[in-house]
């Protein structure tokens, strides 16, 4: 008779099997567990109403015709870096 662990001695060893099944349920457990506590109790999110004060419209960006076009071409002699300090 086992007197270290009780339990041994009335039921005796486990099969390979049942080990891996008593721990594959622990896990799948825990994972379950983990999944309904972060279902259940996360912090929902508030999504902040804008209001636009243009009566409604909402305009696209500009295009380039209605910006005035795109910028002079540069000079590729001029660096556009700035100029040294000493």
């Known amino acids: ?3 270290t ?3 041994l001695a009335i039921v005796g060893p486990l099969p390979q099997w049942m ?3 008593i721990m594959g349920t622990a896990i ?3 994972a379950f567990g983990s999944f309904l506590w972060f279902v259940l109790f996360r912090k929902k ?3 902040r109403k804008r209001h636009h004060r243009n ?3 909402i305009k696209p960006n500009p295009t380039l015709a209605e910006s005035g076009g795109l910028p002079p071409v540069r000079d590729e002699k001029k660096s ?3 100029p040294p300090t000493t």
């Open 45 to 47: 999110r508030r999504r």
């Open 19 to 21: 080990n891996f099944l």
């Open 80 to 82: 556009s870096a700035p």
């Open 1 to 3: 008779m086992n007197l």
């Open 28 to 30: 799948f457990l825990a």
């Open 55 to 57: 009566g409604g419209e």
């Open 5 to 7: 662990n009780p339990l």
